[in-house]
Nanobody, 123 residues
Framework: EVQLVESGGGSVQVGGSLSLSCAAS????????MGWFRQAPGKEREGVAS???????KYADFVEGRFTISKNNTTNTLYLQMTNLKPEDTAMYYC?????????????????WGQGTQVTVSS
């Protein structure tokens, strides 16, 4: 079993930046692909970005070049750098691992999840 712990969330103003981290521990063999998801109150959890061992990435359309997903394969730490944040980016952000498909943004493909870290963007 793999444990995922997110950190780095917080409150920022419109146009600000945040960097999220996700530390993986436990049975990290075959942890990839990994991804970031988010869920706003009253909405379904949606995919933000996916990465496979740091060599290939996919982003949701709403990212529009503002976010960058990366992974340190030595420490098994996943990152999400977010810039030019908008109020609609406000959500709980979750780290996910062990997708059954490459570059998937479908939450149903992931088998391991963290507890989430809150991101709040105010105008």
């Amino acid at each position: 079993e793999v444990q995922l712990v997110e950190s780095g969330g917080g409150s920022v103003q419109v146009g600000g930046s945040l960097s999220l981290s996700c530390a993986a521990s436990g049975s990290t063999f075959s942890i990839d692909p990994m991804g970031w998801f988010r869920q706003a109150p009253g909405k379904e959890r949606e995919g933000v970005a996916s990465i496979n061992r740091g060599t290939g990435t996919k982003y949701a359309d709403f990212v529009e070049g503002r976010f960058t997903i990366s992974k340190n394969n030595t420490t098994n730490t996943l990152y999400l750098q977010m810039t030019n944040l908008k109020p609609e980016d406000t959500a709980m952000y979750y780290c996910a691992a062990r997708s059954g498909r490459l570059y998937s943004l479908d939450r149903r493909d992931y088998t391991s999840w963290g507890q989430g870290t809150q991101v709040t963007v105010s105008s």
